[in-house]
């Protein structure tokens, strides 16, 4: 599938510019610059995700968690245990 492309004029420092150009071979510059944008923005993205959901499992929320929640997926999976003995 091939992606639309639109030019964007913007500042590099003057040594990551030139480190670029010595790296890269000129067909290929603008592909690295936007596999490294597309790359900074996810995590950028992913950042912002992790603290923005920091704290959501409070503990008054969730108090079935208070023994830690290696506990409570233990008794998960030992209750889907004995409901799959109970129906055979």
């Known amino acids: 599938m091939a992606t639309t492309t639109k ?3 913007f500042t590099l420092p003057e040594d990551l510019l ?3 150009k010595r790296t890269v071979p000129k067909g290929e510059q603008s592909k690295v610059v936007g596999e490294a944008l597309r790359n ?3 995590r950028i993205k ?3 995700a992790l603290e923005d959901s920091f704290g959501a499992w409070k503990g008054r929320r969730h108090p079935e968690l208070a023994k830690g929640a290696s506990r409570f997926v233990r008794s998960l999976r030992k209750s889907s245990r004995l409901k799959r003995l109970a129906g055979r």
């Open 40 to 42: 900074e923005l996810k």
């Open 46 to 48: 992913f950042r912002k």
């Open 18 to 20: 030139e480190e670029l």
């Open 7 to 9: 030019q964007a004029n």
